[in-house]
């Protein structure tokens, strides 16, 4: 009885084996065209990796490899056939396309890789879902559609923020270097090097940015985090903007969160800040002089420096006009803030 129960439990497992092992299967497309006669290349993907290369030659090359894994050899070459990629040139744009079969359903495993090798002053347009995608440098048109999915890019120069697009969802995003950029985040983190000027419409994202010229920002429920920028001008909602070194303009309309600017450099020239139940803190020396109107209701206002003009107040609320410290005047500075208070040192 025993030997005939160990018979079984053998028989069970070598089953188990010729069914849940798996079986891979694969299929290749490899597509090229003379570099001269390519000027954009568009991606549509989908379940995979998009890897856009700068290896130089004479030739663009999109390279696919659909890998399928399932219980059996039948099955695999069954899901292979229901995967397609289908490649059209016109002129001189070429575009590919994944599609998947409408039947394609069930918990199956399986990837969609694409491997190009492309000049780097050809227009791109990728779309991925569910997959990463990489760009190694870009000196021409870009457009990033990415859902579910990480986005990395070396560098992207554009002449202009309509030249560069970067729309990401559910993601991360790691760009080295980016000039001009118009980004629309969605529930993401975001990582930028140098850049020069963007334009940012985003929520319930995380954005930490070494270096900007210029940035314009519609954020809800986001944080920003500058090491240094030049002019920020925005409007937030449940956003908090923490920036380390603030150069010549600050102009924002917030409600519900911080704002802070550590360092303000002594040529700056204009800070127009409005905010509602949060805190504004500007580190402005002691040694610059600058025209002021302050109000505050409910909340208190620190001056590091010596005042010159009116002072009211009024019930709960405060309000100042006139100038700060004792040398020329070089700046504006406005500030208005209900339930939060104002440090302006």
């Known amino acids: 009885m025993k030997s005939k129960f160990n018979f079984l439990i053998v028989l069970f497992t070598f089953a188990f084996f ?3 092992a798996g079986a891979e299967e ?3 497309y490899n597509e090229s065209w003379p570099a001269s006669e390519v000027q954009s290349l568009s991606i549509s993907n989908k379940f995979g990796e998009v890897r856009i290369n700068n290896n130089g030659g004479s030739e663009v090359t999109v390279d696919v490899l659909i890998t399928v894994n399932a219980s059996t050899q039948v099955k695999a070459k069954q899901m292979l056939e229901q995967i397609k990629v289908d490649f059209r040139k ?4 070429v575009r590919a396309v994944t599609s998947i079969d409408d039947d394609f359903r069930g918990q199956k495993e399986f990837s969609i890789d694409y491997t190009v090798n492309i000049p780097s002053d050809k227009n791109l347009e990728i779309s991925n879902k569910f997959g990463n995608t990489f760009v190694n440098k870009l000196n021409a048109n870009g457009s990033f559609s990415i859902e579910h999915g990480d986005f990395n890019a070396l560098t992207l120069n554009g002449k202009n923020v309509d030249d560069m697009k970067i729309d990401l969802a559910f993601g991360k995003a790691t760009v080295d270097g980016l000039t001009f950029g118009k980004l629309d985040i969605k529930h993401s983190t975001v990582f930028i090097g140098e850049s020069t000027d963007l334009i940012i419409n985003s929520s319930h994202s995380v954005f930490n940015i070494e270096e900007a ?17 030049g002019e920020f001008r925005g409007l937030a909602q449940h956003t908090n903007l923490k920036i380390e070194e ?10 519900y969160g911080a704002i802070s600017a550590e360092e303000v450099k002594n ?11 949060g805190s504004i803190k500007l580190g402005i020396s002691e040694s610059v002089s600058y025209d002021l109107k302050a109000k505050c209701t409910h909340c208190d206002i620190d001056l590091g420096s010596e005042f010159k003009g009116n002072r009211m107040s009024d019930n709960f609320t405060k309000e100042l006009e006139g100038k700060v ?14 339930f939060g208070g104002i440090k302006l040192r």
């Open 18 to 20: 010729l069914t849940g």
């Open 26 to 28: 694969t299929k290749e």
């Open 90 to 93: 016109s002129g001189g744009s």
């Open 213 to 229: 010229n210029s940035v314009e920002a519609d954020s809800k429920f986001d944080s920003f985090s500058f090491e240094e920028v």
């Open 246 to 255: 603030l150069g010549k303009i600050l102009k924002v309309e917030s409600g």
């Open 267 to 277: 040529d700056f020239e204009l800070i127009d800040v409005k905010n509602k139940f």
């Open 325 to 338: 410290g004792s040398g020329t005047s070089t700046a504006k500075v406005t500030v208005v803030s209900e």
